[in-house]
């Protein structure tokens, strides 16, 4: 399951992170990669600085745990902090699944999730797409600043070359509550009818078994 997550950021949100990175320094991407990775990442990534990063941090986390699309849709557990990563002219990231266990510097922790949040808009550059296999076959994803897509970590993906202009995006990882990604989907879409249900119905017999349902459902697929 694909989830587009529009204006996660709003523009004075923007306005700050972009404050933030005025003038950071960014390194090879590929020192933050896994073997295999590393072989097709050719990007660049903000250089780890305490005080910009709990900023950074600050803004996105606030907006992630506020965000209900967010909270029912990945059911998180431990959210990674995030990484800015920036593509130039000539750069990309051929096809990779993401590490399935991270967290070189604090608690480990599983990937389940991926999520990108795009910093600039799409106006900004040529090429770029975030391109993800899927079973309904390749999907090609260039967002509004603001806006984030998440995906399962799983997924087979890459990024497109940057022909011109410069691609900003913040990163993140998810382990869930919920470990399947076709659980996590399920669980997704009973929740959108149960809220439904709660509003327009809140005292019928149906409403209370469907809520019954979820609940319990996510009782017997948690792994915590």
């Known amino acids: 399951m694909l ?15 972009h404050e933030v990175l005025a003038g ?26 305490p005080e910009r990063m709990q900023l950074l941090v600050r803004i996105l986390m606030a907006s ?10 990945v059911l998180p557990h431990r959210v990674a902090d995030p990484i800015i990563a920036r593509y ?15 967290g070189s510097s604090g608690p480990r922790f599983r990937s389940d999730c991926s999520l990108t949040l795009f910093l ?3 106006t900004d550059y040529a090429g770029g797409e975030l391109i993800i296999r899927s079973a309904f076959g390749e999907q090609a994803v260039k967002l509004d600043a603001g806006d984030a897509v998440i995906y399962p970590s799983s ?27 076709a659980q996590r989907e399920l669980l997704y879409e009973l929740n959108l009818a149960r809220e439904h249900l709660q509003k327009e119905q809140p005292g019928a ?12 459902l996510v009782r017997m697929w948690s792994d915590l």
């Open 120 to 122: 600039n808009p799409p």
């Open 155 to 181: 997924s087979l993906h890459r990024v497109a070359e940057v022909s011109s202009g410069e691609r900003l995006v913040a990163l993140t990882w998810i382990q869930s509550y919920v470990r399947d990604p």
């Open 205 to 216: 017999r149906h409403t209370g078994q469907v809520d019954r349902a979820y609940n319990n």
């Open 64 to 73: 992630l745990g506020h965000h209900e699309t967010f909270r029912f849709g």
């Open 88 to 102: 130039r002219p000539g750069m990309a990231y051929g096809d990779h699944i993401d590490d399935p266990i991270m």
């Open 24 to 49: 950071a320094d960014f390194v090879d991407g590929r020192l933050s990669a896994g073997r295999a990775a590393a072989r097709v990442k050719h990007n660049q990534e903000l250089r780890q600085a």
């Open 3 to 17: 989830l587009h997550i529009p204006a996660l950021l709003n523009p004075a949100q923007l306005a700050k992170v």
